[in-house]
């Protein structure tokens, strides 16, 4: 009978065993400390024809094997465990790692085998390469997942384009729109308000309490159309030296100042000395005015509005915070869009306009909003020149 003379295979059974067209290994103990194979079987094990290959072995060969992931014990292998519980393993699929990354993937099927009296002397099994197909799946897998986020990425992309399209169409509306106007009305208010000014100075008693009304209302009126052609203007933030934003701020703090005063509110400066950088002191001051301006408009009676310089790394510019109620979500994601606002007398052209100047500076305006307030970051990004 098999393996009863000293755990040998019979000769009239190694010719079967070896020519075997699949893999066919055969333990000589239950406990598989010896496990031959056939060619097949050898060639997958990277040994030579009939070689002994067992991590149950006084020297279990080097090389990794796992199941679904997880490294496997010796007497975790299939052939071992069928064994050793005296069961039958079925579709097993192993992986076999060799320290020079050469991998394969097999599918295993162990049966005991049993002597004469039903103990079991020994272990047969089956196996199969499917390398190839395996990796190829994996393969198959990882790309799919990589065009996967690919698409999405695309898909994102595409959705921010379609928005930035449909925001410079907004601001080349607005462009247009404040070239025309300009010549038609820029001038004749001009004139106007020139011509008021020297009635008032007549100091005539009929006229003189609607004087300062009328002048107002014209100085509002051109502030708008101001407004209008800031968005027409291409100013090129680089011109000229480097600037102090701390000084361009301190410029202007007073009239910040007396705004809050007069809405009943306060302005909390916090200077910080930061890097000069190249930029427009006009156009920064004007961002800093209307950005301070709405966040008054937003706060209640008696509230702060805090002002902060920044230097972290690359990255210098200021923070405008207000006490608010913050901003609704579907507010927020069309911040920056011409016209639009939720105050009642508004043009919604304050923020348009300090949108368009972040991005002539290449700058970039970050807003934080919750139940207790806003945050507008005004983030500038230092050049890597020294």
């Excluded at 393996?3 to 075997?20: A, D, M």
């Excluded at 400390?33 to 991590?55: D, V, Y």
Aim: proline fraction near 4%.
């Amino acid at each position: 009978m098999l393996f009863e003379t000293g755990n040998q295979i019979p000769n009239e059974y190694w010719s079967i065993f070896e020519k075997s067209p699949g893999g066919v290994s055969l333990a000589t103990d239950p406990y598989c400390t010896k496990i031959f194979h056939n060619a097949k079987a050898s060639s997958m094990l990277r040994i030579s024809s009939g070689g002994n290959f067992s991590h149950s072995a006084s020297e279990p060969p080097n090389v990794k094997v796992y199941r679904e992931g997880i490294e496997l014990e010796p007497e975790e292998m299939p052939m071992q465990r069928s064994g050793s519980q005296q069961v039958e393993v079925r579709e097993e699929v192993l992986e076999f790692v060799w320290e020079d990354d050469h991998r394969l993937i097999s599918v295993w099927n162990a049966s005991p085998i049993r002597n004469q009296r039903g103990d079991v002397c020994g272990v047969v099994a089956a196996s199969e390469d499917i390398t190839k197909y395996v990796l190829r799946e994996r393969q198959v897998r990882t790309d799919k997942t990589i065009l996967e986020k690919i698409i999405d990425e695309k898909v994102e992309e595409y959705a921010q384009l379609r928005n930035e399209i449909a925001r410079l169409d907004r601001l080349s509306l607005v462009a247009q729109m404040a070239a025309s106007i300009s010549h038609e009305v820029r001038n004749p208010i001009t004139t106007v308000r020139g011509f008021l000014q020297l009635m008032q100075q007549s100091k005539s008693p009929n006229h003189h309490n609607y004087y300062d009304l009328i002048i107002g209302e014209l100085d509002r009126a051109n502030e708008i159309i101001g407004n209008f052609l800031s968005l027409a203007k291409h100013h090129n933030p680089h011109e000229g030296e480097e600037q102090d934003l701390l000084a361009t701020f301190q410029a202007v703090m007073p009239i910040l100042e007396a705004d809050a005063l007069m809405m009943g509110k306060r302005i909390k400066f916090i200077p910080s000395q930061v890097s000069r950088l190249s930029f427009n002191a006009n156009e920064i001051q004007q961002v800093l005015i209307n950005l301070v301006r709405n966040s008054l408009e937003a706060s209640e009676k008696g509230a702060c509005v805090t002002i902060a310089l920044f230097e972290r790394g690359a990255q210098l510019g200021f923070s405008v915070k207000d006490e608010g109620k913050g901003i609704p979500p579907h507010i927020l994601e069309q911040l920056g869009t011409p016209f639009l606002t939720t105050k009642e007398n508004g043009t919604g052209l304050g923020l348009s306009i300090c949108f368009d100047i972040a991005r002539r500076h290449d700058a970039e305006i970050k807003i934080q909003s919750g139940e207790r307030g806003s945050t507008f970051h005004f983030t500038f990004y230092k050049s890597d020149k020294p």
